[in-house]
Antibody, heavy 118, light 108 residues
Framework: EVQLVESGGDLVQPGGSLRLSCAVS????????MDWVRQAPGKGLQWVAR??????????DYAASVKGRFTISRDDSKNSLYLQMNSLKREDTAVYYC?????????WGQGTLVTVYS | EIVLTQSPGTLSLSPGERATLSCRAS???????LGWYQQKPGQAPRLLIY???IRATAFPDRFSGSGSGADFTLTISRLEPEDFAMYYC?????????FGQGTKVEIK
């Protein structure tokens, strides 16, 4: 059974940093593309970042709103995906979900809440 | 970037009625990477349809997806009380991944 479990969400002040983790099980992480997607309170879904699989050279892409501030990474040996978030802004407040794509099928975790406040 | 436009924004229907939700892409896309999600308040989105027309096993057959090119449709044949929720479409074939703004299906 595929499972994705996010952690690391917290309250943080503007300008601060936070590292989110996504522990995966039920599949081999290195073989699959992984995304982070967020949802601000009362808003729609917004893609944040992508980490491609080993076959695609582990390349990454970012949404314009987070490029230069967020870094997506993975540790295949630990079956974990990460999102390092620096220079956080109030508008980064959201539930952050990790998403895997196995054979064209998205699987989502339950999310972790990040609140940026002053 | 593929822009997805969902319509209508809100659909007010009664239980037992048919719901038809539209998702239009700004250019032709491969349906292999077009998905639909159901989301209820306080919950994570649940994958409902992937590959434009493949229903996730957790959902009953009153849900169906169709379409190709730039026009995709989610149909709920007969609304049950538990179907009133927000629905999003998603393009995940290339980055940037994009989502429609959502259609709220509410009880009339």
């Amino acid at each position: 059974e595929v499972q994705l479990v996010e952690s690391g969400g917290d309250l943080v002040q503007p300008g601060g940093s936070l590292r989110l983790s996504c522990a995966v099980s039920g599949f081999t992480l290195r073989d699959h593309f992984m995304d982070w997607v967020r949802q601000a309170p009362g808003k729609g879904l917004q893609w944040v970042a992508r980490s491609r699989n080993k076959a695609s050279g582990y390349t990454t892409d970012y949404a314009a709103s987070v490029k230069g501030r967020f870094t997506i990474s993975r540790d295949d040996s630990k079956n974990s995906l990460y999102l390092q978030m620096n220079s956080l802004k109030r508008e980064d407040t959201a539930v952050y979900y990790c998403v895997s794509y196995r054979s064209g099928t998205p699987d989502w975790g339950q999310g972790t809440l990040v609140t940026v406040y002053s | 970037e593929i822009v997805l436009t969902q319509s209508p924004g809100t659909l007010s229907l009664s239980p037992g009625e048919r719901a038809t939700l539209s998702c239009r892409a700004s250019q032709s896309v491969s349906g292999s990477y077009l998905g639909w999600y159901q989301q209820k308040p306080g919950q994570a989105p649940r994958l409902l349809i992937y590959g434009a027309s493949i229903r996730a096993t957790a959902f009953p057959d009153r849900f169906s997806g169709s379409g190709s090119g730039a026009d995709f449709t989610l149909t709920i044949s007969r609304l049950e009380p538990e179907d009133f929720a927000m629905y999003y479409c998603q393009w995940y074939g290339t980055s940037p991944v994009t989502f429609g703004q959502g259609t709220k299906v509410e009880i009339k």
